[in-house]
RNA sequence: ACCAGGGUAGCUCAAUGGUGGAGCACAGCAUUCAUAACGCUGCGGUUGUGGGUCCGAUCCCCACCCCUGGUACCA
């Protein structure tokens, strides 16, 4: 048996989640109990990415504590991943002391291999936002846009920077190699087409006034607090005992696979990689990208006020029909839009006409005859389990309502509710072995679905309430 | 601006150098084992625009338009 460790991408924690943390919430989780049906040791690690300036202003204007702001939000997360049938089985917090200590332990690595060194930096902070801008991201006056009229004051202070350009031919042969596989292609490529470019040297560390005295205190610089990618990263090292637990280390990393979005592929296919080869440590072997979702073809954003809060879509339709949506009418590897009426339209067409409504119809003829089925469990499906290898949830899932459509079309040639005796009971060992089979191949989709529909077709076969009612 | 990917039925997406396919939605028929469900039939497209190559292009080439992502310290 061998072990498989997945990560969910450490969210910021400077609001609620929304429907897009919900999307990889649920393709990690499906990665996940694939990996365990297939009989490997496996763990879902996620957490919370605490140590952002932006959580202390968003604390600010909450005017709430940092540290309880942060625990409420982070928990709203943990929630959501519940409702959606996810199971995290580490949830790492960036604020947690052990996590100080691994992200300690990393950068003193680093600095043993010399890879760390001070240097000048130079900015523009604006008073307003209390934050440092690129002279790009400024306007024509060289103001920032939310605050025109106000003049930037140009900053230099001394920071850590970390030697990122020493590992750029290494991270190339990693990439082209595949020894580190970055799915989609596009997205292979994208990062060689960035590193081919040439990378320079990065900041990790902010003076303690800039970084508002919050987050992890560079070793041996109290002045200094590192710079908030340089200790996220290491949660995926930190959450499995990295700089504290050494047997629990060794048994998970490296991680088998990063699942993130596409807005943090650098920094993951990157930066991570440079620092753990500078701080000789084993790399990950595998990163899934997933693009994002829209909401009625706009980008979800604040002031559009069209972002989606999970638990309302979970309230009405259920986090099964919520994870059936997302895995099967998105497109693993391309923006999927979202909205209610889409999600309603698939909720009745796919889930309950198609296999709530032949979970029934089946169901009942068994009961009429009695029928009792043996328990037997069936693995999963050769080919959804290539599509699944794939990461191309939608296209596994189709094979599995191919079925279900298959089974649909066979029982109205066969009319069952016309035979009798043997030819009956023939009929339906069949049909329940089919359905069987559907469940069994559902199993890491909707697992809450796949365990009531086994419970329902093992033993004496009965009637039960309806999986997904219709909705009007 | 440059680089990458994409623009095909109302929607989501397949496909191929040789008379454009599926699912959903919609309409009709039929039917009851089932959740006004299932099944069958039908409606629906000068395949982004303009050129070119070819006997023939949606698929190849050129130009243009539009969308998405990337182009460093910003999910």
């Given at each position: 048996?061998?072990?498989?460790?997945?990560?969910?991408?450490?969210?910021?924690?400077?609001?609620?989640?929304?429907?897009?943390?919900?999307?990889?919430?649920?393709?990690?989780?499906?990665?996940?109990?694939f990996h365990r049906l297939l009989g490997d040791k496996t763990i879902l690690l996620c957490g919370g990415d605490e140590n952002a300036i932006k959580n202390v202003q968003a604390a600010e204007k909450a005017e709430q504590p940092i540290q309880e702001f942060?625990?409420?939000?982070?928990?709203?997360?943990?929630?959501?991943?519940?409702?959606?049938?996810?199971?995290?089985?580490?949830?790492?917090?960036?604020?947690?002391?052990?996590?100080?200590?691994?992200?300690?332990?990393?950068?003193?690595?680093?600095?043993?291999?010399?890879?760390?060194?001070?240097?000048?930096?130079?900015?523009?902070?604006?008073?307003?936002c209390e934050q440092f801008y690129e002279k790009e991201e400024l306007d024509k006056a060289g103001e920032c846009f939310e605050h025109p009229g106000r003049k930037l004051d140009e900053v230099s202070e001394e920071n850590y920077f970390f030697k990122l350009s020493h590992y750029t031919d290494q991270i190339i042969k990693l990439i082209e190699s595949d020894e580190l596989k970055i799915v989609p292609i596009v997205r292979k490529n994208e990062a060689l087409a960035f590193l081919k470019r040439g990378l320079k040297d990065i900041s990790i560390s902010r003076s303690n006034e800039r970084a508002k005295n919050w987050?992890?205190?560079?070793?041996?610089?109290?002045?200094?607090?590192?710079?908030?990618?340089?200790?996220?990263?290491?949660?995926?090292q930190s959450g499995v005992g990295f700089g504290f637990d050494e047997?629990?280390?060794?048994?998970?990393?490296?991680?088998?696979?990063?699942?993130?979005?596409?807005?943090?592929?650098?920094?993951?296919?990157?930066?991570?990689?440079?620092?753990?080869?500078?701080?000789?440590?084993?790399?990950?072997?595998?990163?899934f990208v997933h693009e994002y979702i829209t909401v009625n073809g706009q980008k979800m954003s604040k002031t559009l006020g069209n972002v989606i809060d999970p638990n309302e879509l979970i309230s009405t339709y259920g986090a099964e029909a919520l994870r059936y949506f997302m895995l099967a009418k998105l497109s693993p590897f391309s923006?999927?839009?979202?909205?209610?009426?889409?999600?309603?339209?698939?909720?009745?067409?796919?889930?309950?006409?198609?296999?709530?409504?032949?979970?029934?119809?089946?169901?009942?003829?068994?009961?009429?005859?009695?029928?009792?089925?043996?328990?037997?469990?069936?693995?999963?499906?050769?080919?959804?389990?290539?599509?699944?290898?794939?990461?191309?949830?939608?296209?596994?899932?189709n094979i599995v309502w191919d079925k279900i459509s298959r089974l649909d079309k066979h029982i109205n040639e066969k009319k069952p509710?016309?035979?009798?005796?043997?030819?009956?009971?023939?009929f339906l060992q069949e049909a329940s072995t089919d359905i069987i089979s559907i469940a069994s191949n559902l199993q890491p989709f909707l697992p809450e679905t796949a365990e009531k529909i086994l419970t329902q077709f093992s033993g004496s076969i009965k009637s039960a309430p309806s999986l997904f009612p219709r909705i009007q």
């Open positions: 048996m061998s072990k498989f460790y997945i990560t969910n991408a450490i969210p910021y924690v400077n609001a609620k989640p929304h429907i897009g943390h919900a999307l990889e919430f649920i393709q990690s989780d499906v990665i996940a109990r942060i625990d409420e939000n982070t928990q709203l997360f943990s929630e959501v991943a519940k409702n959606l049938h996810v199971q995290f089985d580490v949830f790492q917090k960036g604020s947690d002391e052990k996590h100080h200590l691994a992200s300690q332990k990393l950068w003193k690595l680093c600095d043993k291999n010399s890879d760390i060194y001070k240097k000048s930096y130079t900015g523009f902070y604006c008073v307003g987050g992890v205190s560079v070793p041996g610089d109290e002045t200094q607090k590192m710079y908030v990618w340089f200790d996220a990263l290491n949660i995926y047997n629990q280390y060794n048994a998970w990393w490296p991680a088998d696979i990063h699942v993130i979005g596409k807005g943090i592929l650098r920094f993951h296919a990157i930066y991570w990689i440079a620092f753990l080869l500078s701080a000789k440590l084993a790399l990950p072997k595998s990163i923006d999927g839009d979202f909205s209610e009426s889409k999600l309603k339209e698939t909720y009745n067409s796919d889930l309950a006409n198609g296999l709530g409504n032949l979970i029934a119809r089946i169901a009942k003829l068994c009961e009429k005859v009695a029928l009792n089925i043996q328990p037997i469990s069936q693995p999963l499906d050769e080919a959804v389990v290539t599509k699944l290898n794939e990461y191309k949830f939608n296209e596994a899932l509710w016309t035979l009798e005796g043997d030819d009956l009971n023939t």
